[in-house]
């Protein structure tokens, strides 16, 4: 079983960046892969991007593809959700979630962070 904690969200003007932090309890994070969603005001939970138990593969939404990178380091548990040239439309709810498999979505996740805010201003 594994625990996560996001860190990092906030307020940001459009355009800016914002670096998230999921931290996990537990000595088995390397072998899960990690998953970032974000769920906005009235809408459906949404996946952000994945990063397999190595970190050596990366798979993006659309959306974010060449704006944000995801990134671990398995010997300190954590993983990063760099954001970059943010919008409006980034505004949402952050979670990260960890897996067995590296998919999009998120039935395919048993442990879940309590996520984080972020606001991207006009």
């Known amino acids: 079983q594994v625990q996560l904690v996001e860190s990092g969200g906030g307020l940001v003007h459009t355009g800016g960046s914002l670096r998230l932090s999921c931290a996990a309890s537990?000595?088995?994070?390397?072998?899960?892969?990690v998953g970032w969603f974000r769920q906005a005001p009235g809408k459906e939970r949404e996946f952000v991007a994945t990063?397999?138990?190595?970190?050596?593969?990366?798979y993006y939404a659309d959306s974010v593809k060449g704006r944000f990178t995801a990134a671990r380091d398995n010997d300190k548990n954590t993983a990063d959700l760099q954001m970059s040239s943010l919008k409006p439309e980034d505004t949402a709810f952050y979670y990260c979630?960890?897996?067995?498999?590296?998919?999009?979505?998120?039935?395919?996740?048993?442990?879940w962070g309590v996520g984080t805010q972020v606001t991207v201003s006009s």
């Open positions: 979630a960890a897996g067995s498999l590296t998919f999009s979505t998120p039935s395919s996740y048993s442990y």
């Open positions: 537990g000595r088995t994070f390397s072998t899960y892969s």
């Open positions: 990063i397999s138990r190595s970190g050596g593969s990366t």
